[in-house]
């Protein structure tokens, strides 16, 4: 074997991407996609970002190299809007990233070293299994239940050591389930006994449709985590800008490798981010976000209920982007592959998952992307992929 | 110890890097800075800018998530421009990287597995010290002479069976050396008979004051490279955006580490560089560029001259953005620590070095970011620490 092609054993240990090969399908002409976690661009607040980066391309000092940690001002914005009545947080305890997946990379990168073990709930963001998996991490699975994890699970992987808990416990990726508040109780006092790096991922939790904002899992927990936040699912993706909060000693390694991974966040982005949400009608702009995705989640679990019946099962989420679609008796692989035939994409539950032998026979439907009527034409067709 | 601050041991590796602290002192009041590696915000094309960010945020598209390889259009631009007659490079050849910082990182993840030794000149770039030792590289140095690494410390060291070696052939950072045709040929001959990957960093490539441009050492070599470009110099640094060029199957696991990184960099700023490229103007601004830099170079290289006299030795780049200045019998640490005093920053030879113990006799001024009047104040300065 050439030098050249003799990898990092590690890089060798990720599966490639079933999702990126799904997500390159959706982009094909007339292909309607479940598939992605992409908010709408027709909700984009265009207006705001005109506005702000006409602003920005006026100050030739937001385009020259900035500091590691991010813009002052934007830091001290997220610590204002972030803490809990508790907390006394500052810019100091804010780290910009080049959205929130570099957070996971670098949190990954500081405190794991090959062989430790780091705890997520399965299903999992495949984002976050690949960065632990780069990292060197044994990946110990917690199910996920309708109203977070598996308790008894949890105490026995708690048992094992680990050095990582990796969690998202409002609306989480794949399955939507928020996790009630007392399964949060429970889980911090669970924690607080064990010498645990907790990592709470948070991209969903602005995006709530029903019922009362919980208290983050960090909020309960009387040691350090990592708080992980973006604007992706907010402003726009695009733009590749999301944060990490937590104390100052365990940000700074974080701050000494970004600065080798990227030296620091795009400037003049953050600063747009920053006009954007300092504006009086940002608010009504969310507002907007949220009553449109609630309207669509509403139609995806009508249209499934009325086409499929009693043969799939979902539990409607109270937020997010994803609805976790459980099939009886059936592979989610084929439904998949099937479905792509028909014209529609969608993530067979088998991409959330660490082991390569697993079978799921759960789909994640992603329904904020679609319009109404996309999304009608799309369930119809997932129903022939099924029934063909 | 808490299991919090126990560190992935190879972070702790990583010296707290001087110059950033260096930096930081630039920025205060009626402090000259020679240290950073900054452009001259007064020469950033903003006429360029505001017209591509206009156009930019007419399009919701431009903001959603986009490909971890980057925007297809200004990939193939970049393919077309660092083409060599020899090749065909189009843009699968080409990975678009948050900072070329990032293709660093990104080539040491993918390549580097602790213990693997790597090749860079001495004096080198502290990000690229960084990044190797990150991914637990063990650093051999070659000695930088006037025209290009020393030959026969490079045949020794290749005996050692090195997995990479990292250079900057085009205007070296710190020493602003740009290695000679012929040493790039010799170098070109025993590197091509070694099983040793080469990274050509060319950040500052398209900075020549004078002399007619070099062909990269890639184009000498019989085998692959990765060539690292960047708009950190020719547009603006704070839009984070490089590129990494090299062949596919050596690109792939580049790729599937970026998406675990940050999924991809920035979509709206890789669209206002490309309109920016594709301006008719933009060799205007280029040209503008150049000379003002021309200018700052020859004015720093007669003040050192007439203040400093036979007391210093320097040889003048013939392009990129520093002057690597040696001093008869003085400690660099000193001189650094005095000129901080005396309101001027300079980056002492020792920061560029791998070892903790080493001792330098010589200075890296940069002359691209302070404009004339304010370089000749700052030399004065520089003399009043040196004589203090």
């Known amino acids: 074997m050439p030098i050249e092609l003799s990898l990092n054993p590690l890089v060798e240990s990720i599966k490639p991407s079933y999702i990126r090969e799904i997500l390159a399908a959706s982009a094909k002409p007339n292909m309607i996609s479940l598939a992605g976690g992409l908010p709408a661009p027709e909700l984009f607040p265009m207006d705001l970002v005109q506005k702000a980066l006409?602003?920005?391309?006026?100050?030739?000092?937001?385009?020259?190299?900035?500091?590691?940690?991010?813009d002052v001002a934007l830091r001290q914005w997220i610590a204002n809007a972030w803490r809990t009545p508790a907390e006394t947080l500052d810019h100091d305890n804010v780290l910009v990233t080049t959205g929130s997946q570099q957070a996971l990379d670098l949190i990954a990168r500081a405190?794991?070293?090959?062989?430790?073990r780091v705890l997520v709930e399965s299903p999992c963001y495949l984002g976050a299994l690949q960065v632990f998996k780069l990292a060197g991490a044994e990946i110990i699975t917690i199910d996920q239940l309708d109203d977070g994890p598996d308790l008894s699970q949890l105490e026995d992987a708690l048992k094992l050591a680990p050095k990582l808990f990796y969690t998202v416990p409002d609306f989480h990726n794949p399955t939507g389930v928020c996790w009630s508040r007392d399964k949060?109780?429970?889980?911090a006092a669970m924690i607080s006994r064990?010498?645990?790096?907790?990592?709470?991922?948070?991209?969903?939790?602005?995006?709530?449709?029903?019922?009362?904002?919980?208290?983050?899992?960090?909020?309960?927990?009387n040691k350090v985590s990592f708080r992980l936040g973006s604007f992706s699912k907010t402003i726009t993706p695009g733009v590749r800008l999301g944060f990490v909060i937590a104390n100052r000693a365990m940000l700074a390694p974080l701050i000494t490798i970004k600065q080798a991974a990227d030296l620091h966040s795009s400037q003049p982005l953050q600063h747009m981010i920053l006009q954007m949400l300092e504006d009086p009608t940002f608010g009504e702009h969310l507002a907007r976000v949220r009553d449109e995705y609630r309207?669509?989640?509403?139609?995806?679990?009508?249209?499934?209920?009325?086409?499929?019946?009693?043969?799939?099962?979902?539990?409607?989420?109270?937020?997010?982007?994803f609805l976790w679609v459980s099939f009886d008796d059936a592979c989610s692989d084929i439904i998949a592959a099937n479905a792509l035939a028909c014209g529609v994409t969608v993530v067979p539950g088998t991409a959330f998952l660490d082991s390569d032998c697993a079978a799921s026979n759960s789909l994640r439907l992603n329904f904020s992307y679609e319009s109404e009527d996309v999304l009608a034409q799309g369930v119809s067709r997932l129903h022939s992929a099924v029934y063909m």
């Open 54 to 70: 006409l602003d920005v391309a006026q100050v030739p000092d937001y385009f020259q190299y900035g500091s590691t940690e991010g």
């Open 194 to 221: 064990r010498d645990v790096i907790v990592v709470e991922d948070a991209p969903y939790r602005e995006l709530r449709y029903e019922g009362e904002s919980l208290p983050q899992l960090s909020s309960y927990l």
């Open 111 to 116: 405190y794991i070293a090959p062989g430790d």
């Open 295 to 321: 309207r669509r989640r509403d139609l995806l679990c009508k249209l499934l209920r009325d086409q499929f019946g009693s043969a799939v099962s979902f539990t409607r989420p109270h937020g997010g982007m």
């Open 184 to 187: 949060r109780e429970q889980v």
